[in-house]
């Protein structure tokens, strides 16, 4: 059955009202909040928010304050008839489609900045973006008013930072972390990778065959200095590569372990992280240790 297209808060805060009104306690709302141009990790999602809540909202709305300057807020890639499709796939109740208007209808003065997990990785390369991300998602929380927020743990950082704004502001949402989905040669999925040409695509592989190894570097006793140091080598190898950064950081805290110890002797989750330009396309990519820990193993597609 097609899912419910709101546009407006006030419509959408109606029908969920009414949800509730007509439905038992044990009948949760779960919420999977996206930029639209839906892949099949996005699907994922709905698919577990589906399966564990009686009524799920899809969010698409490209949040303009999460781009900086020169970042492709302009072309980031659109097609809601599409959306609406993989939504209605995935048996999603309603589709919330605000414009930006509806969001920001006025200047805004008030921001939802998040401290200390924002400092390195993405937040030190694009200073501002998690505070766009913060406030985007915080305004999203409070209209939607769900009891689950699923989020892919391509966006580690992401994921990091939601979770303790959700903590720090008492905020009565559980945020479930689900496992990067992948294509079949190993690239994470993304819907910037429709940016990309073929032999950008190729040397992108790179990335995801790098941090597979990295478990085996940490058997052989390598500290985290020595094992971003060969990652950087091995990304480096391949000549469209352009580093943004490559770190090892405890997790959810993203802080440094430290560099000169053997990982293997550090008994905290680990999050290698790496950016990477291949031409204009900038993409992400992880590898969690330790996912248990963190809840990474809560939620996997079907």
């Not at 949760?28 to 009524?55: C, E, I, Q």
């Not at 009565?172 to 689900?178: K, R």
């Not at 985290?224 to 950064?245: C, G, M, N, S, V």
């Amino acid at each position: 059955m097609k899912p419910i297209i709101i546009r407006t808060i006030a419509e959408l805060r109606q029908e969920i009202s009414a949800y509730r009104r007509r439905s038992s306690y044990d009948q949760k709302v779960g919420f999977v909040p996206t930029m639209g141009y839906l892949h099949d990790g996005h699907a994922s999602l709905l698919r577990k928010s589906v399966s564990d809540n009686g009524l799920t909202v899809l969010s698409i709305f490209v949040n303009p304050i999460q781009f900086g300057p020169g970042e492709d807020l302009d072309k980031y890639p659109r097609d809601e008839e599409r959306d609406i499709r993989v939504a209605t796939e995935a048996g999603t109740d309603i589709v919330f489609l605000p414009s930006v208007q509806e969001m920001y209808p006025q200047s805004r003065v008030t921001t939802v900045t998040v401290a200390e997990v924002t400092d390195s990785l993405c937040g030190a390369s694009r200073p501002g973006h998690f505070d766009g991300v913060a406030t985007v998602v915080a305004k999203l929380f409070n209209i939607v008013q769900p009891d689950r927020a699923y989020f892919g743990m391509k966006d580690a950082q992401q994921v990091a930072v939601v979770t303790r704004m959700v903590q720090d502001l008492n905020l009565p949402v559980e945020i479930v972390p689900c496992p990067i989905l992948r294509e079949k040669d190993g690239l994470a999925l993304s819907s910037r990778n429709v940016y990309l040409g073929a032999e950008e695509r190729t040397q992108a592989l790179q990335l995801s065959k790098s941090l597979s190894q990295v478990e085996e570097w940490i058997m052989e006793g390598m500290t985290a200095t020595q094992i971003i140091a060969r990652l950087k080598a091995e990304i480096e190898f391949f000549p469209l590569a352009d580093i943004d950064y490559v770190d090892i950081l405890t997790y959810p805290e993203l802080t440094p372990p430290n560099g000169e110890l053997p990982l293997k002797e550090i008994d905290v989750s680990l999050l290698v992280a790496v950016a990477v330009r291949y031409g204009k396309t900038r993409l992400i990519d992880n590898k969690l240790l330790n996912p248990s820990e963190v809840g990474a193993d809560l939620c996997f597609a079907k």
